[in-house]
């Protein structure tokens, strides 16, 4: 049972991680087209609308889905079917409530946002054209949840692919369409942000619609299950709403506290650059290369963590209820590691080849955007870490530490960045400084935390040196890969392509060949037996 419920774990991490990478990289293929049609000063305009949807929906009902998908893992444990379909309907009823109140809130105050808050008048636009995107995301977010809750991650996975689809296709239609329609008008790269912005709606409309038609077919499955529920446990619907505010509180009060960084940054950055003097539209543009092209980028391989973290907590949620200690190990120890063999080369890979992939991307070749990535390349890694973990502790029911870490991080990357702003000349590097500080101060807490919650230390060698050591290699390889292939064809994208593919042979074979990573590890990742086939055609004992 416990091979099986392991098997599981990393089955459902790896195909919600397959899902969220392929989702980011057609979102970022949606970045590329959408940054050269809108210019520096549009495409910044539409990134600072981004960050206020997006803490928008961290107050609203963004952690929904992992609440519900707690209490639900708790209830399907127990064999309470009856309580884990009701907290699916207290918890429709409560985000659709508040996700209808918070997308009211950004519709009728977005020009006081875009006024006070950021100094950027121009943003109250392509801030309107997402506020309903806030509703339609809580109602999509509960289905989301529920299923997770159930241990099933292919309806989220499914309805992210989706959602992206349509969220490039419309965004790009929508805004080339606005642009043409206010050609004249002075504020034309404003019309083409809230065009794209239009695009987010779309996807999120279809993923519901998908995720509802999966919830049809379902269930009759789902009242069966209800009739074998022999527990007699049916909880009060105020008794399940109190549960839901009590997990959902500290989860949305984490991820604000992850995502305020974002408006934070935006804040420090438009209000003392406008005290030195910058104006409005170069304030534009070093936000669009900090948050639409530096952050976009660290953001995708950040999306492993957030999946196997999504995906960890129903198997840590199990294995706590019912006192399985040693089994709370295993699942660290596998997230922490997974994690960390992912987010060290990635982060290695983005600082060796920042500048042809800014090149080959944004069309970008200007030395800022790279030194933001060469400074702050290494988040990736940070970031990785905070967020298994704090999934780690929020399964295991110790909510208040993740908010408390969080607050001592976010006190500390303010005063850094402040003082690194305002007293200084590194203007908009100080942010990609202050984006490594807060997860690197969460992350060291959270591993505390840890070792005195769960009496577990993670393994050293394999899960951080070692994965280290060939993340170094690997970047050596790909950049001077890179710089051969491209005195040879002078192709940006082709060299870029060989460069990644050759790095990624280096480290995944020094992973192998050095038992860095088992037998049995890779076995238990989707099409782990090929992999262990074509190792051992080589002579190769693993």
């Known amino acids: 049972m416990a091979n099986k419920k392991r098997n599981s774990f990393y089955i459902q991490g790896s195909i919600l991680a397959a899902a969220s990478i392929l989702s980011r990289i057609i979102g970022l293929a949606f970045r590329i087209p959408i940054s050269r049609m809108l210019g520096d000063v549009g495409y910044g305009a539409y990134s600072n609308a981004y960050e206020i949807y997006n803490m928008a929906l961290i107050l609203s009902t963004f952690s929904v889905p992992m609440a519900v998908s707690k209490l639900v893992s708790a209830k399907e444990t127990k064999k309470e079917y009856v309580n884990s379909f009701r907290i699916f309907k207290v918890s429709s009823v409560f985000s659709g409530i508040v996700g209808l109140f918070m997308a009211g809130l950004v519709w009728f105050f977005a020009e006081e946002i875009a006024t006070v808050m950021l100094r950027s008048p121009n943003i109250a636009l392509p801030l309107k054209a997402l506020a309903p995107t806030v509703f339609v995301f809580a109602l999509m977010g509960v289905l989301r949840g529920f299923f997770q809750g159930k241990n099933t991650v292919i309806p989220t996975s499914v309805s992210q692919i989706l959602e992206q689809i349509v969220h490039v296709v419309c965004g790009i239609l929508f805004a080339s369409l606005f642009l043409k329609l206010f050609a004249n008008d002075e504020k034309s790269v404003y019309y083409g942000a809230a065009g794209a912005t239009l695009g987010t709606l779309a996807g999120a409309l279809i993923a519901l619609l998908f995720l509802g038609f999966i919830y049809l077919i379902y269930r009759p499955t789902l009242m069966r299950r209800l009739r074998k529920d022999y527990t007699g446990e049916c909880d009060s619907y105020p008794l399940l709403f109190k549960m839901l505010l009590v997990t959902v509180v500290p989860i949305i009060l984490n991820q604000f ?37 530096f952050r976009l980028l660290v953001n995708v391989p950040l999306a492993i963590a957030s999946s196997i973290g999504v995906a960890i907590i129903p198997n840590v949620v199990s294995a706590f209820t019912e006192g399985r200690v040693r089994e709370i190990h295993l699942k660290l120890h596998q997230a922490v590691k997974l994690n960390m063999m992912i987010a060290i080369p990635c982060a290695f890979g983005l600082i060796a080849l920042a500048r042809p992939m800014m090149a080959v991307l944004f069309n970008d070749t200007s030395d800022m955007t790279v030194r933001l990535m060469q400074i702050g390349g290494m988040s990736v890694v940070f970031f990785a870490y905070s967020t298994t973990t704090n999934s780690i502790l929020q399964g295991m029911g110790k909510l208040k530490f993740p908010v408390m870490h969080a607050i001592i991080g976010i006190i500390v990357y303010c005063i850094v960045d402040f003082w690194l702003m305002y007293y200084t000349d590194l203007g908009v590097y100080t942010l990609a400084i ?55 064809f002078r192709s940006g994208l082709v060299s870029l392509v060989f460069a990644i593919a050759f790095g990624a042979l280096a480290y995944g074979g020094l992973m192998v060949f050095t038992r860095t990573i088992s037998r049995e590890e890779l076995l238990e990742l989707p099409m782990g037996g090929r992999l262990v086939t074509l190792v051992e055609k080589t002579g190769f004992k693993l």
């Open 257 to 293: 506290l992850y995502s305020v960084t974002g408006n934070i940054d935006s804040i420090l950055l438009n209000h003392i650059m406008a005290l030195k003097g910058v104006d409005e539209s170069t304030r534009s543009v070093l936000w669009g290369c900090y948050a639409g092209k």
């Open 434 to 488: 202050g984006y490594m500080i807060f997860p690197f101060t969460v992350g060291l807490l959270n591993k505390f935390r840890l070792q005195r919650e769960a009496s577990y230390r993670q393994e050293f060698m394999k899960s951080f040196l070692l994965p280290t050591l060939y993340s170094a290699v690997m970047a050596v390889i790909a950049y001077f890969s890179y710089e051969g292939i491209y005195f040879l």
